[in-house]
């Protein structure tokens, strides 16, 4: 999905301009080719390919890498890429845990570089709109649900697949949890609260039925926001890998399936605000004010309709502007003597909601994939 959308069409006025230079694979050249060819890459002839990711970050010529190899690959690929003082856009969940992006976050300031986790969700027009203009009017939220479940077992996939095999990371917390529990994140701790705090304070997992290994799919994660001891909200997040469904079309045409109930609803004291499926790519909010100054003639609460579209594009090219433009500032600016972590902070609430989600639901991969 990320290249179709970064070699999108731009209008020449946009400071911005996204090419592929180089790709790194532990397969062929002749199906990198075929990859570049399918998807209509105008300067496919340049792309140089390499058969080494190491090599390719000692020796590329390049601003950005972007990694989008299976989880528990993330650290090591990031930590080398660090180190070779390259800015990093990797892919969700940014790491195994969130000991790991924290010692990757203070690599990164150290080596001069930008780092930045590519949870899209979060820089979408709908998403940024929520921040900054809808939940500074809904009141203190008080409750959220979240919820991503989508059919993506079927009894006929693979044992190697990254979505089966633990030793890839599999599991839906880590793969479909991230969306949801960045929900909770922006609905409870968007608006400054230095006094607030949240944490999980339950959380129950059900492995895949019949399948090796113990799959994490259905999670149930309840979070609370605490203030002066008294809890000021509760979040409750859900999430499955083998909901029902067709696993028919395309995977990524499932996502237009219309569903009756919205997957993210957020209360606060004035207004609800309920987003359609799917979570991952949120357009459109129907919101229900009730607070007293909203209500019509007849004293029910009006209802508002409010889309903010992909504007163009599955809309994962937002989060590569948002890094180009922090590494070209630097690049002009030439004195940075300390890098930085783009959504640091979001990325390290959310990477601990699910390390304690985990703990507390018995969600465990090999050590070897938690290290540092
Ligand atoms: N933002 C989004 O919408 C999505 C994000 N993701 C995220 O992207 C990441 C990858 O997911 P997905 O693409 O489905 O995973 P895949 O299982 O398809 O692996 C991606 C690529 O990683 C490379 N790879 C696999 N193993 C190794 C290895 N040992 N060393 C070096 N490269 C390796 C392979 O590239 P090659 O074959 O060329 O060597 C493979 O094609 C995950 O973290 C996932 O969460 C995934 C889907 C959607
Ligand atoms: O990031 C993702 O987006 C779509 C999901 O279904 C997929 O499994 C996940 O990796």
């Not at 301009?17 to 790709?23: R, S």
């Not at 890839?168 to 529990?181: C, H, Q, R």
């Not at 129907?286 to 100054?293: A, D, L, M, T």
């Given at each position: 999905?990320?290249?179709?959308?970064?070699?999108?069409?731009?209008?020449?006025?946009?400071?911005?301009?996204?090419?592929?230079?180089?790709?790194?694979?532990?397969?062929?050249?002749?199906?990198?080719?075929?990859?570049?060819?399918?998807?209509?890459?105008?300067?496919?002839?340049?792309?140089?390919?390499?058969?080494?990711?190491?090599?390719?970050?000692?020796?590329?010529?390049?601003?950005?890498?972007?990694?989008?190899?299976?989880?528990?690959?993330?650290?090591?690929?990031?930590?080398?890429?660090?180190?070779?003082?390259?800015?990093?856009?990797?892919e969700k969940p940014a790491?195994?845990?969130?000991?790991?992006?924290?010692?990757?976050?203070?690599?990164?300031?150290?080596?001069?570089?930008?780092?930045?986790e590519a949870m899209?969700?979060?820089?979408?027009?709908?998403?940024?709109?929520?921040?900054?203009?809808?939940?500074?009017?809904?009141?203190?939220?008080?409750?959220?649900?979240?919820?991503?479940?989508?059919?993506?077992?079927?009894?006929?996939?693979?044992?190697?697949?990254?979505?089966?095999?633990?030793?890839?990371?599999?599991?839906?917390?880590?793969?479909?949890?991230v969306y949801?529990?960045?929900?909770?994140?922006?609905?409870?701790?968007?608006?400054?609260?230095?006094?607030?705090?949240?944490?999980?304070?339950?959380?129950?997992?059900?492995?895949?039925?019949?399948?090796?290994?113990?799959?994490?799919?259905?999670?149930?994660?309840?979070?609370?926001?605490?203030?002066?001891?008294?809890?000021?909200?509760?979040?409750?997040?859900?999430?499955?890998?083998?909901?029902?469904?067709?696993?028919?079309?395309?995977?990524?045409?499932?996502?237009?399936?219309?569903?009756?109930?919205?997957?993210?609803?957020?209360?606060?004291?004035?207004?609800?605000?309920?987003?359609?499926?799917?979570?991952?790519?949120?357009?459109?909010?129907?919101?229900?004010?009730?607070?007293?100054?909203?209500?019509?003639?007849?004293?029910?609460?009006?209802?508002?309709?409010?889309?903010?579209?992909?504007?163009?594009?599955?809309?994962?090219?937002?989060?590569?502007?948002?890094?180009?433009?922090?590494?070209?500032?630097?690049?002009?600016?030439?004195?940075?003597?300390?890098?930085?972590?783009?959504?640091?902070?979001?990325?390290?609430?959310?990477?601990?909601?699910?390390?304690?989600?985990?703990?507390?639901?018995?969600?465990?991969?090999?050590?070897?994939?938690?290290?540092?």
């Amino acid at each position: 999905v990320f290249l179709p959308d970064i070699i999108l069409p731009r209008d020449a006025s946009e400071p911005i301009k996204h090419e592929i230079v180089a790709v790194s694979t532990t397969g062929s050249d002749e199906r990198v080719k075929n990859w570049l060819a399918e998807h209509k890459v105008s300067n496919a002839a340049s792309v140089k390919i390499y058969n080494s990711w190491e090599e390719m970050l000692k020796t590329g010529d390049f601003d950005v890498v972007y990694i989008s190899t299976p989880h528990p690959l993330h650290y090591e690929h990031i930590r080398v890429a660090l180190n070779n003082k390259r800015n990093v856009l990797v892919e969700k969940p940014a790491t195994m845990n969130s000991k790991q992006y924290e010692v990757l976050s203070k690599l990164a300031k150290e080596k001069n570089v930008v780092l930045m986790e590519a949870m899209w969700t979060r820089y979408l027009p709908a998403m940024q709109y929520l921040q900054k203009e809808l939940l500074p009017k809904i009141g203190p939220v008080r409750r959220v649900y979240a919820e991503f479940s989508f059919p993506i077992y079927s009894t006929d996939m693979p044992a190697s697949s990254r979505f089966l095999d633990k030793k890839a990371g599999a599991g839906s917390l880590l793969d479909m949890g991230v969306y949801a529990l960045t929900w909770v994140d922006v609905a409870l701790n968007s608006l400054p609260d230095e006094h607030a705090s949240t944490k999980v304070i339950h959380a129950n997992s059900m492995p895949i039925r019949g399948v090796e290994g113990k799959v994490d799919d259905m999670n149930t994660v309840i979070i609370a926001k605490e203030k002066a001891g008294e809890q000021m909200a509760v979040a409750i997040v859900t999430t499955s890998m083998t909901m029902p469904g067709s696993n028919k079309p395309s995977f990524y045409h499932r996502f237009e399936a219309k569903k009756a109930a919205p997957c993210v609803r957020i209360e606060g004291e004035k207004a609800s605000i309920a987003v359609p499926f799917p979570p991952i790519r949120p357009q459109k909010f129907e919101v229900q004010w009730y607070g007293h100054e909203f209500l019509d003639s007849e004293g029910l609460e009006v209802n508002e309709v409010i889309e903010k579209p992909v504007e163009r594009g599955w809309g994962i090219w937002y989060q590569a502007d948002v890094i180009a433009k922090r590494v070209a500032a630097r690049q002009k600016d030439g004195n940075a003597t300390v890098g930085e972590v783009i959504g640091e902070e979001e990325s390290l609430r959310v990477l601990r909601y699910m390390d304690e989600a985990r703990k507390m639901s018995g969600i465990e991969y090999d050590p070897k994939l938690e290290e540092i």
